[in-house]
Every structure is written in structure tokens, then in C-alpha cells.
């Protein structure tokens, strides 16, 4: 205001946790386990733990692997006593599909196997 400035702040997002499974995907994740689960975001990790605890989601199938799109959320998910398996560099969308990418020439499925 100082310099006649009118400065607005809007917000142009705002991420929620999910809580309904009209799909039947979060029933499915907790029976079957997956093998990739990608943070975006802080709150889409915080979010994640708060629905489904993801220590306790890692401890009950230890292939699950961890993907985070960059320094900040993978310090959200540190601070849960995990470590992501990959971190995006750069880090945003791309940067994530391709350190997924890089992992899966590395040997590390992105996709399950048939039965």
C-alpha cells in the first residue's frame, strides 16, 4: 500500500484429504498392497498418511515404493520415518514421470507382473 498498490491475495487451490472410496481403490490398496505411491505435494502426503497410515501401510507390504516430486515433500515423508525411493529432478510432473522412469530401467516394476 505504501506505493498505491491494492494487492489482492486469492487462493487458487486447496488440497483436501479424500474420504469417500466410491471406486473401491482405497479398499484395494489396503488388501492388495501397489508397488509406486507418488507425493506431489506436503499435504498430498500428509493427507495420505492421515487416511491411511503409511508406516503402517509399508510395514503390511514392504514393495511399496515411494515417489516424491521434490526436496520439501520428501521431508514431509522423513518426517513420517520413511525415505522415498526416488525424489523428481526437476522438480514437477515430468521431472517425477521421469525419475519413475529412470527406476523402472533400473529393475524397479512400475506396472505389476501377470499372474
Request: with cysteine; proline share 7%; charged share 25%.
Amino acid at each position: 500500500m505504501a506505493m498505491g498498490a491494492i494487492v489482492d491475495d486469492v487462493a487458487c487451490y486447496k488440497t483436501v484429504p479424500e474420504t469417500q472410496d466410491l471406486t473401491g481403490t482405497a479398499a484395494r490398496l489396503l488388501e492388495e498392497g501397489a508397488e509406486w505411491i507418488t507425493f506431489t505435494s506436503s499435504s498430498t502426503a500428509e493427507n495420505f498418511h492421515a487416511r491411511f497410515d503409511l508406516p503402517r501401510l509399508l510395514q503390511k507390504f514392504p514393495q511399496i515404493q515411494l515417489a516424491s516430486i521434490g526436496p520439501e515433500t520428501s521431508k514431509t515423508i522423513a518426517a513420517l520415518g520413511l525415505k522415498p525411493t526416488v525424489e523428481a529432478k526437476p522438480h514437477h510432473i515430468e521431472g517425477l514421470v521421469k525419475a519413475l522412469q529412470t527406476a523402472a530401467r533400473k529393475g524397479r516394476p512400475l506396472r505389476s507382473q501377470p499372474k
